[in-house]
């Protein structure tokens, strides 16, 4: 199916039109029956069908709406302008939204990429854009795109972690948009058969399950203390041998091998502790007599 425009001509302009018909066919009604001519008769009897018919099929269409048209079953086209108008007779109009609508998917229970359970819900903006699609093509759109916005969050989520401490990775929580962008991707490509437009996808909760939330924080925890040590670390290495050159380079003093080790060993004990380092000062050998 494919959604195309049907017969209509303005409400108003017919109107006008068929009541001229109506007081046509009833001067000619009136005529026949006083000089006993059937053929007048007959004449201001099919006007007033005629007009009748019209007028049954004078329909209103509201803003951001649309009424699709059907002659006994068969698919004539889609009324898509606002305003009154008149269209083909003895034919059924279905009444089909084009507003911007919101839906709020529930709270879904899905493993990630690394198997971690999480409760994952996203809203998705959407509108009609094709009446024949949504109608016809499928079985109640609303429900159609119900469940296909489901199984979409579910597809992405597990294609990602949920957190990581590796900054070139993609996750659930530190990528939202990305993951947003490439969930209304496959979305639209879910829902074209529909006839719908996908504006816009957004996450709206995220989280570990409640089964693993305490040991996660924990994980959580840990990798970032490791994270943290590993940073201290090398920038503790770093400056150590920074200091190590300056020291030789512009005092001319050159270390031996375990001096350098106590030296180094001294400085990265002080760099590195989070607690504070007690100076300890050798003054040489002490020898008694």
Not at 136 to 148: H, K, L, P, S
Not at 269 to 288: A, L, M
Request: proline letters at 2%.
């Amino acid at each position: 199916m494919k959604e195309k425009k049907t017969f209509h001509v303005n409400g108003y302009a017919a109107l006008v039109v068929l009541v001229s018909l109506i007081i046509i066919g009833g001067y000619c009604t009136y005529t026949g029956v006083t000089i006993e001519s059937f053929g007048m008769i007959a004449i201001g009897l099919v006007l007033w069908v005629i007009s009748a018919l019209f007028l049954s099929s004078l329909t209103i269409v509201s803003p951001n709406q649309a009424k699709a048209i059907l002659f006994f079953g068969q698919y004539l086209g889609t009324i898509k302008e606002n305003g009154l108008f008149v269209t083909t007779p003895l034919t059924q109009k279905i009444n089909v939204s084009l507003k911007v609508r919101n839906f709020n998917s529930s709270l879904l229970k899905v493993n990630d990429s690394d198997g971690n359970p999480v409760e994952i819900s996203a809203v998705v903006v959407f509108k009609v854009v094709d009446t024949a699609k949504a109608l016809f093509d499928v079985d109640r759109y609303q429900d159609f795109i119900e469940i296909q916005s489901e199984t979409a969050i579910r597809h992405i989520a597990t294609q990602y972690p949920y957190d990581t401490f590796n900054e070139d990775d993609l996750t659930l929580r530190g990528n939202t948009t990305e993951v947003s962008e490439e969930m209304a991707k496959e979305l639209q490509e879910r829902l074209a058969v529909a006839g719908v437009e996908v504006i816009e996808t957004r996450l709206n909760h995220l989280a570990y399950a409640t089964e693993i939330a305490s040991a996660m924080l924990q994980r959580q925890q840990a990798k970032a203390i490791l994270s943290a040590r590993q940073i201290i670390v090398e920038g503790a290495v770093s400056m150590t041998q920074m200091a190590l050159e300056q020291i030789e380079d512009g005092q001319e003093i050159n270390f031996t091998d375990d001096r350098k080790v106590q030296l180094i060993n001294n400085l990265l004990v002080s760099i590195i502790t989070d607690k504070g380092t007690q100076p300890v000062i050798n003054t040489g050998d002490v020898h008694e007599k």
